[in-house]
C-alpha cells in the first residue's frame, strides 16, 4: 500500500496562506490523493481530494506534482479555526484510505 | 440526517472483559469502517465492508470481530480486551467513492 510522509508541524500568521506538503512516491496510477482534518477530540473531516489535476473548494485547494509523487494542500487564509492536524491519504481502490502520522497545523492571531 | 453516530463515547474495561462498540449511519452509503487512532498517531484500519453482509479485515484485525448484518449498523466487538486495545475507535462511512465521513468516536481504557 502506498505510504504517505508529512512533515510533523507547521505555524502560520492568521489570514495568511499555508502550504501543506506530502510525498507519496510509491503510488499507483489509480489511487486518489486525499486530505482530511481532525480538530481536537473529533473525528476526521473530509477537506479535498483529486487524482492528477489540481482542484479548487470552498475549503482549501490541492496541487498534485505531475508525476503525482508529491501534493501540496493550500489554505488561502489560515483562520483560528484551521487549527488541526491535517492527514495526506491516499485512497487504495477507490475506498480503503491509508493514514500517516499527519501535520499539526498552528495558526497564530 | 444525524449522519455517523457512535456509542458509547468513553468505556472503561477491565482486562479479558468484553464490549461491543455500536456504530450507525443514516445515509444509505455501502461502505463502512472501524479504526483506532492511538495518541499522537493517524488512523488504522481494523475493518471494512463493502455492502451488508460483507465484511474484510483491514491493518489491525487482531483482537476483533464485526458484523454487518443490515446498511446502517456496523458494530465492533471486542472479546477479550487487553490494554493494547486501550486507544479512540471511530467509525466511518463512505459512497461507492469519494469522501469518508467519520463518527464522534468511543475513547476506550483497557485497565
Known amino acids: 500500500d502506498a505510504k504517505t510522509t508529512q512533515p510533523n508541524s507547521m505555524e502560520s500568521n492568521e489570514e495568511e496562506p499555508v502550504h501543506l506538503p506530502c510525498n507519496h512516491s510509491t503510488i499507483s496510477g489509480t489511487d486518489y490523493i486525499h486530505w482530511y482534518r481532525q480538530l481536537p477530540s473529533q473525528g476526521p473531516e473530509y477537506v479535498i481530494h483529486?487524482?492528477?489535476s489540481n482542484v479548487n473548494n470552498r475549503m482549501a485547494s490541492l496541487a498534485i506534482a505531475e508525476d503525482r509523487t508529491s501534493s501540496t494542500l493550500i489554505l488561502h487564509r489560515a483562520t483560528l479555526r484551521d487549527a488541526a492536524v491535517y492527514y495526506c491519504t491516499i485512497n487504495i481502490n477507490d475506498y480503503k484510505l491509508s493514514f500517516g502520522a499527519g501535520t499539526t497545523v498552528t495558526v497564530r492571531a | 440526517n444525524a449522519g455517523v453516530t457512535q456509542t458509547p463515547k468513553f468505556r472503561i474495561l477491565k482486562i479479558g472483559q468484553s464490549m461491543t462498540l455500536q456504530c450507525t449511519q443514516d445515509m444509505n452509503h455501502n461502505y463502512m469502517y472501524w479504526y483506532r487512532q492511538d495518541p499522537g498517531m493517524g488512523l488504522k484500519l481494523i475493518y471494512y465492508?463493502?455492502?451488508?453482509?460483507?465484511?474484510d479485515k483491514g491493518e489491525v484485525p487482531n483482537g476483533y470481530n464485526v458484523s454487518r448484518s443490515t446498511t446502517e449498523d456496523f458494530p465492533l466487538r471486542l472479546e477479550l480486551a487487553a490494554p493494547s486495545q486501550t486507544s479512540v475507535y471511530f467509525c466511518a462511512s463512505s459512497p461507492t467513492k469519494g469522501e469518508q465521513f467519520f463518527g464522534p468516536g468511543t475513547r476506550l481504557t483497557v485497565l
Open positions: 483529486g487524482l492528477t
Open positions: 465492508s463493502v455492502g451488508a453482509g460483507i465484511t
